[in-house]
């Protein structure tokens, strides 16, 4: 396949965001046909399901996970746990695919260490966002978070250290990583409303995958 220079999404590169935040445009191409592989098999497992959250409202996001840890939220609240509720057995493993790009991103932004336990999926259909907030479930918060974004391009919503403060809109492309820690790490973020055309090979949605140490 060619080169596409005329779409921003065909330029790759890497861009510091914040002290602690580094965005590595179209790191997880060479990876493609291995996470789309993975995540069909995932999903069998663990199909996308709707949570509630702690105040009893269906999240518009469907989500599902693997790895020996997987996020979940009902009206008890929010965490992490070793079985999938839906199936009452354990979430499926990681595929060796996924940690070690996780980890290799994650290496390049200057987190040497992340071995990642946990790996949250969320689908975007059209209309479909993620309201601000921040990720503090993990047991370990120097930890960073490695993010994936595939399908259909998102806005997404990145703040500071406190709900109220100014946020800028960042665009993420299929095949574009993010990977953020340190003085970064609890900054409240989001993702606006999804819209624009369906992805080529994807359609109409997005999937990101975020890799944590969780437990
Ligand atoms: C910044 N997901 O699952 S990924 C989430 O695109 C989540 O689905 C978004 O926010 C998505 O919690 C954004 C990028 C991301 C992930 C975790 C972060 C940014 C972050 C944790 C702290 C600060
Ligand atoms: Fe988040």
């Known amino acids: 396949m060619s080169l596409d ?15 602690g935040t580094w965005l590595l445009r179209q790191r997880a191409v060479p990876s493609l046909a ?7 098999q995932i999903l069998r497992q663990a199909p996308l399901r709707h949570l509630t959250t702690p105040g009893g409202q269906r999240m518009a996001v469907a989500m599902s996970n693997c790895g020996s840890l997987g996020w979940h939220s009902d009206t008890a609240g929010y ?23 996780a980890t290799a991103a994650a290496a390049e932004a200057g987190y040497p260490d992340f071995q990642p336990d946990a790996c949250l999926i969320n689908r975007y259909r059209p209309g479909d966002g993620l309201s601000l907030h921040q990720d503090r479930n993990e047991r370990d918060l120097l930890q960073p978070v490695v993010s994936i974004s595939l399908g259909m391009t998102a806005s997404f919503i990145w703040g500071g250290l406190q709900r109220t403060g100014r946020s800028r809109k960042l665009p993420l492309y299929h095949g574009d990583m993010l990977v953020w820690g340190g003085p970064d790490r609890l900054r409240f973020h989001g993702v606006a409303p999804l819209q624009g055309p369906p992805h080529a090979e994807w359609g109409g949605k997005r999937i990101n995958l975020t890799f944590r140490r969780a437990g």
């Open 79 to 101: 965490r992490y746990q070793r079985i999938d509720p839906l199936s009452g057995q354990p979430w499926p493993p990681m595929p060796a695919a996924f940690s070690a790009l």
């Open 5 to 19: 220079l005329f779409t921003p999404q065909g330029h790759a590169g890497r861009e510091q965001l914040g002290a």
């Open 34 to 40: 291995q996470l789309q592989a993975g995540l069909r």
